[in-house]
């Protein structure tokens, strides 16, 4: 034990006298040991319900090793000789930790670790903000300034679909957001953490320089602003996950442990888009740059990083970077990514932007990916909580088509994120004569919106009958409605097919719709097959669903509560009965006088039978409103029931 605590303090003392600490990766050679078989039954304890449901809708890696938790032992022996850990990461087996050289020489030598590598940081370089005063005109459109980068890309089509982002979760990556602004009063805000001081204030903080929540607050307001006639983002109704992971200041720098921590974070929400309009190539002085080679999409931390989260279901953008007019002049990390969409910027005319970086890859691939408005993008102001300004660079085209992807998940929620690139570069201004400049050119949602109208179709979502004393409820949901002009329900009993009722389609819906209806033929046990179909304006009828159901048997004769009750114009009176019998069935005032015989001793049959009052006598006049009882007589029952007409 005293030996211990020597070697613990000479080490100390070596780490004490060295050179001023940096941060670096600490990356593992193993997790715990566990069978292969028994990696999902594992891992699953250490995953969040929000990220195995985005995983299982997107058909993604369900669960595998970068899903368990590090090997707490080998940390232990790291916090044992002071090393403390600053960030971790179970999809790099790897945490992150500020070491001397000393400390760093003896860190590599363990037999646990696999290999040691600097965190990188890069210079924060603000982009081009024009207007920063101006409060703008409404303009003629509900878009007001904002209609030209919104319009560019089609997002007014999708929005007359009803499409708007609702329910798709969006992560983004930034410097921090001023949320008081009032096109954000709206902003549904799942979470947000401040991975730079390590809490949950993603605003200004002490210390913070006074710009450092600039650039996310215009990122945030280009996507997700709403203030009609002066600013629409695309998907102003999804919802957010805000993450501070950079800092502005010149005295320090943004580190990429911070991005891959806030990945990790949005996966365990349920994230289904990340966001990141922060890119790394040139770094503070010292840390080693990367190359132009390393933009191969296989080498920086960050780009590792984003390709996981998109093996994991989540689909990633990032700007392509603003380094097109200057000597790096190519894509910079992570949007050198394969499986990373790459946004470049182009002027408010569809022409190229020169500052907006350029392609190939490092190792040949077309980039950027995508395009949309980079220069002079209408968004909030970071200074007023009233005013709105514009600025400019790739940092704003990459939340501009974020929102796009979100309106396709509204369309298509199971898309994956690969089918989710492909679908958008396949519609895209320049999918076929690509180039380093515009990569596969404008995402062209108005092209997307054409297609999806252009076919008939409905999608059901919920389709089902529920047996009732004297009815049979009939009821479905559709998600997607195209071309559809009526609703049929029709039934199938003893080899016969009769139609239930039609009701009117919704023409042209994106959005869940409910409907119901009663089918009152009903004499009880029966065996009925209800089909649900949908004729569209072509003519053409295509059967949709069926179901089976056995109608319930009257359990007694007697009376079910009209329905309604109070009624305005009719209601519906339903007899029960278990066997044949001769039946009375009376309205009578509030006085006792005999106004409506309904059955006068009539024989009726065992089952349900129907009646409807119109709140008219037996010589036809409209009686006046107030309450009427309902009187039922057979050999064997009494029943009396309240009813309340209101003309």
């Known amino acids: 034990m005293n030996l211990r605590i020597i070697i613990i303090f000479i080490l100390f003392i070596s780490f004490a006298s060295a050179k001023q600490p940096m941060r670096y990766w600490i990356y593992f050679k193993d997790k715990n ?32 090793k970068t899903d368990l938790p590090l090997k707490q032992e080998y940390i232990s022996k790291l916090n044992n000789v002071s090393i403390k850990v600053h960030r971790r990461s179970k999809w790099l087996n790897a945490i992150s930790a500020y070491l001397n050289s000393s400390q760093r020489e003896y860190v590599s030598s363990l037999p646990f670790v696999k290999k040691v590598e600097k965190v990188r940081g890069f210079r924060f370089k603000k982009p081009i903000q024009e207007q920063n005063s101006t409060v703008f005109k409404n303009a003629n459109t509900d878009y007001g300034q904002s209609e030209n980068q919104n319009s560019m890309i089609g997002i007014p089509a999708m929005h007359n679909l009803g499409l708007n982002g609702a329910g798709i979760r969006i992560a983004l990556f930034d410097t921090g957001f001023l949320l008081e602004h009032e096109a954000l ?28 929540h600039d650039h996310g607050t215009w990122v945030l307001g280009a996507i997700a602003g709403y203030k009609p006639g002066t600013l629409i983002g695309p998907a102003y109704a999804a919802k957010y996950l805000l993450a501070k992971t950079e800092n502005v200041s010149s005295e320090t720098h943004v580190e990429e442990d911070n991005w891959v921590a806030a990945a990790e974070w949005a996966d365990s929400l349920g994230a289904d888009i990340i966001s990141t309009s922060l890119g790394y190539n040139i770094f503070d002085s010292g840390e080693g740059d990367y190359s132009k080679a390393d933009m191969d999409g296989n080498t920086t931390i960050i780009t590792k990083a984003a390709d996981l989260a998109v093996k994991k279901g ?227 009828i295509n059967l949709v669903d069926s179901i089976t159901v056995q109608s319930l048997s009257p359990v007694n004769t007697t009376l079910l509560q009209n329905f309604p009750n109070p009624f305005n114009a009719t209601t519906r009176i339903t007899l029960s009965q278990v066997s044949d019998e001769k039946i009375n069935l009376k309205i009578f005032d509030i006085n006792g006088r005999l106004v409506k015989t309904i059955l006068d001793n009539k024989s009726v049959q065992k089952g349900y039978s129907h009646f409807v009052w119109d709140g008219t006598n037996d010589e036809g006049r409209q009686l006046a409103n107030g309450t009427y009882f309902l009187f039922l007589k057979s050999a064997k029952v009494k029943k009396v029931f309240k009813m309340v007409l209101l003309k």
């Open 185 to 212: 009063q709206h902003l549904q805000v799942v979470a947000k953490y401040d991975f730079v001081q390590g809490n949950g204030n993603v605003a200004n903080e002490p210390g913070d320089a006074l710009s450092q």
């Open 33 to 64: 040991q566990i069978d292969n078989s028994n990696i999902t039954q594992t891992a699953v304890k250490y995953i969040t319900q929000q990220s195995i449901a985005r995983r299982l809708q997107k058909r993604a890696v369900i669960l595998d």
């Open 314 to 540: 989540m689909a990633v953008f990032a700007a392509a970077g603003n380094e097109g007019s200057n000597s790096w002049g190519i894509i910079i990390a992570p949007a050198d990514g394969d499986s990373v969409i790459a946004m470049g910027g182009v002027r408010a005319d569809k022409s190229y932007w020169p500052v907006s970086s350029r392609g190939p890859s490092a190792d040949g691939r077309t980039k950027p990916d995508l395009m949309a408005q980079g220069q002079y993008v209408f968004t909030i102001s970071s200074f007023s909580n009233s005013h709105y300004q514009t600025v400019s660079g790739t940092s704003l085209s990459t939340p501009l088509g974020s929102g796009a992807a979100a309106l396709l998940l509204n369309v298509f929620p199971g898309l994956t994120p690969i089918a989710l690139r492909d679908s958008l570069i396949r519609n895209a201004t320049k999918f076929n004569n690509p180039d380093n400049q515009m990569g596969y050119g404008l995402i062209n949602l108005e092209k997307i919106a054409s297609r999806i109208t252009d076919s008939p179709s409905v999608k059901v979502s919920f389709f089902s009958v529920s047996p009732l004393q004297g009815s049979n409820l009939i009821q479905w949901s559709s998600v997607l409605e195209i071309q559809n002009e009526i609703w049929i329900v029709s039934r199938k009993e003893k080899g016969i097919i009769t139609e239930v009722a039609n009701i009117k389609g919704a023409e042209l819906s994106l959005k869940e719709i409910n409907y119901q209806i009663s089918d009152l033929n009903i004499r009880g046990g029966e065996n009925i097959v209800y089909f649900l179909s949908a004729k569209f304006n072509t003519g053409e």
